[in-house]
């Protein structure tokens, strides 16, 4: 699992794959594969790849942290 590069929520892409959020969050692909299947996870999907608009993954953050970061 890689490190981030991105050291502000402003450097983010526009879209997250699922490299970049395991990145973020420290976790394993296959967890954020599962993530990305729940019902309140955005994602978009364009033909096979599935992607998460960054407003949406801050949003599911915060929702899930309980708070505002």
Same mark, same amino acid.
């Given at each position: $699992?890689? /490190? #981030?590069?991105? !050291? #502000?929520? +402003?450097?983010?892409? %526009?879209? %997250? @794959?699922? /490299?970049?959020? #395991?990145?973020? %969050?420290?976790?394993?692909?296959?967890?954020?594969?599962?993530? $990305?299947?729940?019902? +309140?996870? #955005?994602?978009?999907?364009?033909?096979?790849?599935?992607?998460?608009?960054? +407003?949406?993954? !801050?949003?599911?953050? +915060?929702? @899930?942290?309980?708070?505002?970061?």
């Amino acid at each position: $699992m890689k /490190e #981030s590069i991105y !050291k #502000s929520y +402003d450097e983010l892409p %526009l879209f %997250l @794959n699922a /490299e970049t959020i #395991s990145g973020l %969050l420290g976790i394993s692909l296959t967890t954020v594969y599962e993530l $990305m299947h729940q019902k +309140d996870f #955005s994602v978009l999907r364009v033909g096979n790849r599935m992607v998460v608009p960054k +407003d949406k993954f !801050k949003e599911w953050v +915060d929702k @899930n942290s309980g708070g505002n970061h």
